[in-house]
């Protein structure tokens, strides 16, 4: 069956036409998530937005202004941070490696059978130790929502040892924001390790 050139075409256009103005018209009908405005005040310790600002809590430092766009994205990034991690120096730091001397090796291999990997170094390195960012450049100019639930992090562990899950623990504290983190379970898996069950 051979279809009139006419249809085709206007087959293709309607097409375009979707493709490239559907999902503008989506965004006007139902709009984006949450629509905050810019500068809006919003809590810290709560993801809600309040009714009324009370010029009192602003003042006691319950509440701070934070730049949200129109969509209700945020910058997350902590830049201040970021830079305190460049900055850092010792073992380990920015995933440098860790160059034992041949005493140190002797001793190394004890940890490193009973756990499957260099635990000495481990406990060299800093448990709130620094890492690169390997992330995509464009991930760095990411935004996320402000209005956020917080989170409970669940970290289950079988004979870990020591330093590594500390490590893991800080890595959570340390690199999210306070007012997200419920709080962080470490779930034992059947230890037998002394540590473990404290």
């Given at each position: 069956?051979?279809?009139?050139?006419?249809?085709?075409?206007?087959?293709?256009i309607v097409g375009?036409?979707?493709?490239?103005?559907?999902?503008?018209?989506?965004?006007?009908?139902?709009?984006?998530?949450?629509?905050?405005?810019?500068?809006?005040?919003?809590?810290?310790?709560?993801?809600?937005?309040?009714?009324?600002?009370?010029?009192?809590?602003?003042?006691?430092?319950?509440?701070?202004?934070?730049?949200?766009?129109?969509?209700?994205?945020?910058?997350?990034?902590?830049?201040?941070l970021i830079e305190?991690?460049?900055?850092?120096?010792?073992?380990?730091?920015?995933?440098a490696a860790v160059?034992?001397?041949?005493?140190?090796?002797?001793?190394?291999?004890?940890?490193?059978?009973?756990?499957?990997?260099?635990?000495?170094?481990?406990?060299?390195?800093?448990?709130?130790?620094?890492?690169?960012?390997?992330?995509?450049?464009?991930?760095?100019?990411?935004?996320?929502?402000?209005?956020?639930?917080?989170?409970?992090?669940?970290?289950?562990?079988?004979?870990?040892?020591?330093?590594?899950?500390?490590?893991?623990?800080?890595?959570?504290?340390?690199?999210?924001?306070?007012?997200?983190?419920?709080?962080?379970?470490?779930?034992?898996?059947?230890?037998?390790?002394?540590?473990?069950?404290?």
């Amino acid at each position: 069956m051979r279809r009139h050139p006419v249809t085709l075409l206007k087959y293709l256009i309607v097409g375009f036409v979707c493709v490239v103005f559907g999902p503008f018209a989506l965004r006007l009908l139902f709009g984006s998530v949450e629509q905050t405005t810019r500068n809006e005040i919003l809590p810290v310790e709560r993801a809600v937005v309040p009714n009324k600002v009370n010029r009192e809590d602003v003042n006691k430092g319950n509440l701070i202004a934070v730049q949200v766009d129109k969509d209700g994205k945020y910058d997350w990034h902590n830049y201040k941070l970021i830079e305190e991690d460049l900055s850092r120096k010792g073992p380990g730091e920015q995933g440098a490696a860790v160059i034992l001397t041949p005493n140190e090796e002797k001793q190394k291999d004890t940890l490193y059978k009973t756990n499957g990997f260099n635990a000495f170094v481990s406990d060299k390195i800093s448990l709130q130790r620094s890492l690169k960012d390997i992330r995509h450049a464009d991930c760095v100019h990411k935004k996320y929502l402000y209005i956020l639930p917080n989170a409970s992090v669940v970290i289950p562990f079988h004979n870990e040892h020591w330093s590594t899950l500390l490590r893991t623990v800080y890595s959570v504290l340390n690199r999210s924001p306070k007012h997200l983190i419920h709080e962080v379970i470490l779930v034992d898996d059947f230890s037998n390790k002394e540590h473990c069950k404290q």
